[in-house]
């Protein structure tokens, strides 16, 4: 075995790892779509799809079944290339940010050290999605609900940014690693709470999420951009969804939250059970909140959000100035 | 590196091509998004993934989703397609397309001539070498560009905000004309729990 030398087998493992987090996003926001609904159904007093297999599991089985075998319809008056193209980019540009997220010391697909930019650049390129998918649809409902979305996710993207300068300017990169290193002894929800607090506002945002899903409110615009798909182009705009809720939890976790640190358990473990923690709360905000006005929805962002993370950054910097050592 | 550069030159040179020949409004705006990406990995092949990073944030994340945006909101169908392929007749841009002929035929030559070598794998430039570049040497550009954006932002604010309170000015009016000052205006505000055409008499 010549050919086995040292560098082979780092790709090796590296393409190892790269294929176990993909299959491990795509597979969590699969297995998602089934634990909202049980979860929604605990919180709401009722049962939930608990009628396939023990506890309702093999619904995702039942689910998949009918999105793959479902007649995979473009209306004649789409824009073919728009419309195909609009569930990849929303599929696709989420699954890529999972790229930058460290997992454990040893996990982690790439080491970038413009982590975090990369995550922006990966959440600018995902409004695309919704944008096409609405426009190319020819449906005013699936025009309203992209119009919808796409001036949300600009006016959020303002400050999701600017809410993790915070952390950055803390940790001086914007590595993810190096993030998850300055936290070992003091998580950063503390320092940066506002920050904290507006990322999450932000991240919900970000991926449509009740309560912030205007986009897509079933009562008004039907469902909003995607109205016209059906089957598997349907189905990865919803499991694109909780891959984002996933996405976002991680890096919440990365982040805040100390990544893999915490005492006695192994650091995957720690890693998963917080995002975990994070998911789940995604979906009692769903089963709890009532959803706002659109309207409301934007003021929030601008008049609330917006000042909010700038007066974080503020502080926040003055108070790296006044600690940093003179001449630093 | 090499090939990662000139692959994606190319790709933005095709982008580009696109955007200009197409017909379709929102197909070629999908061109310039994929030549804005083309560029940004360009960035990123020449060991600047700051500003790669930032191409694809700013330009193909915001302003081209803008773009986009106000493109689909005017509904443009076959008729503006004719109207774009009537204007991209051979006589319209042959002119031009030979005087661009030209600068490409002197970029070329004066690319033969110089040693272009090995610029292509340089250095690799963090984003804290981005940073110390643009507060130190460079302090004074970023300022003036600071304040030239706080100039627009607060002109875009003004022009918006005086257009939206007179629409909601007009609407809360009742049928008598009245002018958009402020002597009006706070009268129309004050006598908003009271009897409307009472006030209308008192003046």
Redesign the interface.
């Known amino acids: 075995m010549s050919w086995w030398t040292p560098q082979v087998e780092a790709i090796a493992f590296a393409l190892f790892q790269a294929l176990v987090i993909l299959i491990g996003a795509v597979l969590s926001g699969a297995l998602l779509t089934m634990v909202e609904r049980r979860l929604l159904g605990l919180w709401q007093d009722r049962h939930g799809p608990n009628r396939v297999g023990p506890f309702g599991v093999l619904q995702i089985l039942a689910d998949m079944l009918k999105i793959l075998f479902k007649e995979d319809w473009i209306p004649p008056f789409a824009?073919r290339?728009?419309f195909v193209l609009a569930p990849a980019i929303a599929m696709a540009s989420l699954l890529l940010s999972f790229m930058v997220i460290p997992i454990t010391p040893n996990w982690g697909v790439a080491d970038?050290?413009?982590g975090l930019?990369?995550f922006?650049?990966m959440?600018?390129?995902n409004?695309?999605a919704v944008?096409?998918g609405g426009?190319s649809s020819g449906n005013k409902y699936a025009?309203l609900g992209?119009?919808r979305a796409?001036?949300q996710t600009?006016s959020y993207?303002v400050f999701i940014?600017l809410s993790l300068m915070g952390v950055v300017a803390m940790a001086?990169?914007?590595n993810m690693r190096e993030i998850v290193a300055a936290q070992e002894t003091v998580w950063f929800i503390v320092p940066q709470f506002f920050g904290f607090c507006t990322f999450l506002v932000a991240g919900i945002a970000v991926t449509h999420r009740h309560p912030f899903d205007q986009p897509e409110a079933e009562q008004e615009l039907a469902d909003g951009y995607h109205v016209e798909y059906s089957g598997m182009k349907w189905g990865m705009f919803f499991i694109g969804e909780y891959v984002g809720i996933v996405l976002v939890s991680a890096l919440i976790v990365t982040l805040f939250l100390g990544g893999w640190h915490g005492p006695w358990l192994p650091p995957i473990v720690w890693f998963l059970l917080k995002t975990a923690v994070f998911v789940g709360f995604f979906v009692l905000l769903r089963a709890a909140l009532p959803r706002p006005r659109y309207d409301a929805v934007m003021s929030f962002g601008w008049k609330v959000c917006l000042p909010l993370t700038l007066i974080n950054l503020l502080v926040t910097g003055a108070l790296i100035l006044v600690f940093s050592p003179a001449g630093g | 590196m090499e090939i990662a550069f000139y692959l994606s030159a190319v790709v933005a040179v095709l982008a580009t091509l696109g955007v200009v020949t197409g017909r379709h409004p929102?197909?070629a705006l999908?061109y310039l998004?994929v030549s804005l990406?083309a560029v940004?990995m360009v960035f990123f092949a020449l060991g600047a993934?700051?500003a790669g990073?930032?191409e694809?944030?700013v330009y193909?994340?915001?302003i081209m989703?803008?773009f986009?945006?106000v493109v689909?909101?005017l509904n443009l169908g076959e008729a503006a397609a004719q109207q774009e392929s009537a204007w991209l007749r051979p006589r319209t841009w042959l002119g031009p397309a030979v005087l661009s002929g030209i600068l490409l035929l002197v970029l070329l030559v004066t690319l033969i001539g110089a040693d272009v070598g090995g610029r292509i794998q340089g250095d690799?430039l963090?984003?804290?070498a981005v940073g110390t570049l643009l507060f130190g040497p460079y302090l004074i550009v970023v300022e003036l560009a600071a304040m030239l954006l706080l100039a627009a932002l607060v002109a875009a604010s003004h022009l918006g905000r005086s257009e939206a309170h007179d629409e909601a000015h007009t609407v809360r009016q009742v049928p008598g004309k009245r002018t958009a000052d402020g002597r009006g205006r706070a009268a129309s505000e004050r006598s908003l729990g009271d009897d409307t055409s009472s006030e209308e008499n008192s003046r």
Do not use: C, N, Q, R
């Open positions: 824009d290339t728009f970038l050290h413009i930019l990369f922006f650049a959440a600018g390129i409004v695309y944008l096409f426009w025009l992209a119009m796409s001036a600009l993207e940014g001086g990169s914007f | 929102v197909h999908l998004i990406i940004a993934p700051f990073a930032l694809i944030i193909a994340g915001a989703v803008l986009v945006f689909m909101m690799t963090t984003a804290k």
